[in-house]
């Protein structure tokens, strides 16, 4: 056994589960009974909710998408309000990137502000263009998926002891997060509305209120097209659904880390339910085809999802670092001091909860080999230490393209990285002017 290769050790869970099937014949394989049906509802049916609420802001284009949905009707058509949509807000997006880059280039100095701005407007379509591109496939990763996590819907293995069912605990953290990222989208319009309101109190334009507040909030869009109402709200609009899009780029990743972690618990209190039992040796077969299943879907899905956790790492340190550079000014009105320091601190909470979410899919991976350990030397034999092998030796965390691996270590090198930036600035941070009372337009 010693001398078996990687692949002979750990072969795929399809050679050895059933013959290569079609996705119709693999997706017919799942219980048929109403109770298996009820005990744990799938990924795919998990993140409808989900998946519903990024279409209202034109992302993940997809249709067929609905309660008891089959993952292989899933489609995008080029057709589609959904995708007309998706493609309008995209291409607005693209028009004020080429509006910001020639106002600019044009700019007499070019500093953080303006590169935030740059990067901020750049990320939101990279965003887009992604997830559309997920949308197109998305058929085929909810179909294996689908096809990966059944064993784990089935009688032998039960929900997670004392949490909420897994569609509940998926839409919550969700939605709170994304309520919490409204309220500070409010807040920043406020503080917007406010901060107009004292401008043109110093600086009494003859212009309306609105388009002196479009110039203020846009005004590279104004550089190159004359006001008008309609132009003015579609800006904020647009601005609206990129806000939604950055920070639901973090709330879709966590919600796809719960799926992942939560079989894996479900793995480990299976084990655990044996309780040091001899077993024969068919159930540790059994056992262990089930988590290199589980290690073939974190492969998988890191495959499809690394790029887009590398990106939101960089997004989120990026504009943490920003707003603690900003954090040295002082605001001119108070709802700007509120709104400022609310955003920074959500900013942090929701970078470190999606950090702590992906991360908990290694630690839920490593608890099996402690449970394993527990059972006598006498119930071992080759299945069994072919699965604690399994365990102790598979690496299952997403990463960044692989330049890192989400674990819990990250989360503090992060944390580190974040303090030391802030102490530098303490030395270094030149005061930033304030533009409220600014006449000169």
């Known amino acids: 056994m010693h001398n078996m290769t990687p692949v002979e050790r750990f072969p795929s869970v399809r050679s050895l589960t059933r013959p290569p099937s079609t996705p119709s014949t693999a997706l017919a394989e799942e219980p ?18 989900v998946i519903f609420m990024g279409q209202l802001f034109s992302l993940m284009p997809i249709i067929g998408y609905g309660p008891g949905s089959d993952p292989r009707n899933v489609t995008m058509r080029f057709l589609s309000v959904r995708f007309v949509y998706g493609c309008v807000t995209l291409l607005i997006m693209l028009t004020l990137i080429g509006m910001l880059g020639a106002y600019t280039a044009e700019a007499s100095s070019f500093g953080v502000q303006q590169a935030s701005s740059l990067v901020y407007y750049a990320i939101i379509v990279f965003f887009m263009v992604e997830l559309m591109l997920l949308a197109r496939n998305w058929s085929q990763i909810m179909g294996r998926w689908y096809v990966d996590e059944l064993p784990f819907r089935s009688a032998s293995y039960r929900p997670p002891a004392r949490t909420l069912p897994f569609h509940r605990m998926v839409n919550l953290i969700a939605f709170s997060v994304m309520f919490f990222a409204f309220l500070e989208d409010t807040l920043n319009f406020c503080s917007a509305y406010k901060l107009n309101e004292l401008h043109i109190r110093y600086c009494p334009h003859r212009s309306g209120f609105w388009k002196n507040f479009f110039h203020r909030e846009h005004p590279y869009v104004l550089r190159a097209i004359p006001y008008h109402p309609v132009v003015g709200w579609t800006i904020e609009l647009t601005m609206r659904i990129a806000k939604f899009t950055w920070h639901y780029v973090d709330v879709f990743i966590i919600c796809l880390s719960l799926g992942l972690q939560r079989r894996f618990v479900q793995f480990n209190e299976r084990l655990e339910r044996l309780d040091g039992q ?110 604690c092998d399994a365990v102790a030796t598979s690496e299952n965390a997403l990463s960044g393209k692989r330049f890192f691996f989400v674990r819990r270590p990250l989360i503090l090198a992060m944390a580190g990285t974040i303090i030391t930036y802030e102490l530098v600035l303490l030395d270094q941070v030149k005061k930033i002017p304030d533009t409220t009372k600014d006449c000169t337009f």
Not at 32 to 49: I, P, W
Not at 341 to 350: C, E, T
Request: charged share 25%; glycine share 2%.
């Open 278 to 387: 001899p077993q024969s040796q068919s159930v540790w077969r059994g056992l262990r085809l089930d988590f290199v299943r589980l290690t073939e879907l974190v492969a998988f899905v890191d495959e499809r999802f690394s790029k887009l956790i590398l990106f939101s790492c960089a997004n989120d340190m990026f504009f943490i670092t920003v707003q603690l550079f900003n954090s040295f000014d002082l605001k001119p009105i108070t709802i700007t001091t509120v709104y400022f320091w609310y955003s920074l601190g959500f900013l942090i909470a929701r970078c470190f909860l999606m950090l702590f979410v992906v991360s908990s899919i290694s630690r839920a991976s490593e608890r099996p080999i402690e449970t394993l350990r527990r059972f006598p030397s006498s119930n071992w034999n080759l299945d069994l230490r072919r699965l």
């Open 32 to 49: 048929s009974s109403r109770e298996d049906r009820n005990r744990e509802c799938s990924m795919h049916e998990a993140l409808a909710a």
